[in-house]
């Protein structure tokens, strides 16, 4: 049984950064894409990073590009977004999610993935 646990959310200033981190038990992590996603009360889960298997293919939705990173330790089983100039839109409920498969791509879709965390609220103060 495969299970994603997200930890690092928490409260920020606008302008500041902050790492969440996703760590998986169960099955062959190097085998997982991974993706970042995030949601506010009433809208839909939206895809915010997503990084290959092996990590060499990461996608970023527009809104985040050259502020957030993801990466990720298949040592450790762990992937990791780091988030930089945050900004109030970027508050939200992050979930980690995963999915197994022998494509080195990044899934950028809800649908795509079939393992979700439990998420991590992070709130960006204005």
């Known amino acids: 049984q495969v299970q994603l646990v997200e930890s690092g959310g928490g409260l920020v200033q606008a302008g500041g950064s902050l790492t969440v981190s996703c760590t998986a038990s169960?099955?062959?992590?190097?085998?997982?894409?991974m993706g970042w996603f995030r949601q506010t009360p009433g809208k839909e889960r939206e895809s915010v990073a997503a990084?290959?298997?092996?990590?060499?293919?990461?996608s970023y939705t527009d809104s985040v590009k050259g502020r957030f990173t993801i990466s990720r330790d298949n040592a450790k089983r762990t992937v990791f977004l780091r988030m930089s100039s945050l900004k109030p839109e970027d508050t939200g409920v992050y979930y980690c999610?995963?999915?197994?498969?022998?494509?080195?791509?990044?899934?950028?879709?809800?649908?795509?993935?079939?393992?979700w965390g439990q998420g991590t609220q992070v709130t960006v103060s204005s």
């Open positions: 169960g099955g062959t992590f190097s085998n997982f894409a």
């Open positions: 999610a995963g999915r197994t498969t022998i494509r080195t791509v990044a899934f950028t879709e809800p649908n795509d993935y079939n393992y």
């Open positions: 990084i290959s298997r092996i990590g060499g293919t990461s």
